[in-house]
């Protein structure tokens, strides 16, 4: 399995990952945010077939959102964050530890971006209680009050040395 930018060479149409929104988004909307420059879309692939993706794009939080765990970053400006916009599993997929595959792929790729570019957080919308938890489980923290939108560090990131 291999995790790749998205291209046309991937077959989306046959992914399911029981989320009627999130395959239809793979499937007929991906493309036409690529166009636009609105997300970057990495794939695990199993030759050209799509096992999972995620989505990443730029984002802000408020100091407000959290004046607790946020309370030595700026309260005049906004954060810079990347925002985990989507992550899904084909169901075909699911139960092999994918999921974290791709969650330690988009925090990789953050710590890469933020050596150019500011980054003090990645950002996640959890859909519900169970994909909060994941994210919990991966050291993910809920911002106080927007209890579903949850924030990892970019500086707890480990570096690519370190992860050697």
Known sequence: MQISKLDKNHNRKTFDCGSEPIN????QLASQMLKRHEVI???AHDGDTVAGFYTLSANQIEQADDPNQLKKQSKH?????VLLGRLAV???YQGIGLGR????HALKTTKQLSQTLGIA???????DASAK???KAYGFIELQNKPLRLCYPVASIPSAEQQE
């Open 121 to 127: 957080f990645i950002v996640v919308d959890a859909k």
């Open 77 to 81: 400006t906004p954060i810079p964050c």
């Open 101 to 104: 595959d791709l969650l330690l």
């Open 41 to 43: 879309i990495y794939v």
């Open 90 to 92: 084909d169901q075909r």
């Open 24 to 27: 239809r988004f793979i499937q």
């Open 133 to 135: 938890s994941f994210y």
